[in-house]
């Protein structure tokens, strides 16, 4: 068997650490390696320990998930980064994206979907997932004034007509079996559009591209 995936805990409440590493590490492939009380030393032990997945409280005192999700994205084969939020969010969340973050997790969400949401990131390939990451993406977005650059917009328009298709089926959560059957193209046609999008708008992955169409107008909420 390979080796479990090594996720991180940071959150400044010990209750919630050790319901969601009781969920953690209750599963055979998945593992909790490093927990930490706020951004700050989460750096200082995520420099001595390896771990493939973190799951980020956005606030939290001494170091906020905002600066600690950017400081660890910025170096080369980073974990990935998973935030965890409430459902009165505001544009501190969309930062943290916008920071390198790969998706939202409901800190109140059933424990398949944070199992899920940390499977699927650690892949590479996730989609808007969990399930309420769309819908918190436009709950964000409609509060957020229009702030997308004029290279945000020059990156788009070097997207294709249907590397546009794609990315607006990204928006809407399907995942790339899902596009390419409305596409009726194969799924590694599929891949390669998508990677094409993530280069051209360069983004971490389909979380950050998908932001980069909602600013951009591309995509609406509820659309």
């Given at each position: 068997m390979s080796e479990p995936v090594r996720v991180a805990l940071v959150d400044d409440q010990q209750l919630v650490r050790a319901g969601f590493r009781m969920v953690i590490d209750s599963q055979p492939d998945l593992t909790v390696a490093v927990e930490a009380g706020d951004g700050a030393e989460a750096l200082q032990l995520l420099a001595r320990e390896r771990v493939d997945v973190v799951l980020m409280d956005v606030r939290m005192p001494t170091m906020d998930g905002i600066t600690a999700t950017a400081r660890l994205t910025a170096v080369p084969d980073s974990p990935r980064v998973v935030v965890l939020t409430t459902f009165d969010l505001d544009e501190y969340v969309v930062e943290a994206i916008r920071a390198g973050a790969s998706g939202f997790l409901l800190k109140d969400a059933p424990p398949e979907e944070m199992l899920a949401a940390i499977r699927t990131?650690?892949?590479?390939?996730?989609?808007?997932?969990?399930?309420?990451?769309?819908?918190?993406?436009?709950?964000?977005?409609?509060?957020?004034?229009?702030?997308?650059?004029?290279?945000?917009?020059?990156?788009?328009?070097?997207?294709?007509?249907?590397?546009?298709?794609?990315?607006?089926?990204?928006?809407?959560?399907?995942?790339?079996?899902?596009?390419?059957?409305?596409?009726?193209?194969?799924?590694?046609?599929?891949?390669?559009?998508?990677?094409?999008?993530?280069?051209?708008?360069?983004?971490?992955?389909?979380?950050?591209?998908?932001?980069?169409?909602?600013?951009?107008?591309?995509?609406?909420?509820?659309s």
């Open positions: 990131v650690h892949r590479g390939d996730a989609v808007i997932a969990p399930s309420s990451t769309r819908r918190l993406l436009e709950h964000l977005v409609t509060a957020l004034p229009v702030s997308a650059t004029s290279t945000a917009h020059d990156a788009l328009d070097a997207l294709t007509d249907r590397e546009r298709e794609v990315l607006v089926l990204m928006a809407r959560g399907r995942s790339n079996t899902e596009i390419a059957a409305d596409l009726y193209v194969a799924e590694a046609t599929v891949k390669t559009h998508v990677g094409r999008v993530l280069a051209k708008l360069g983004a971490r992955d389909r979380v950050q591209a998908v932001v980069t169409a909602y600013e951009t107008g591309l995509v609406r909420p509820g």
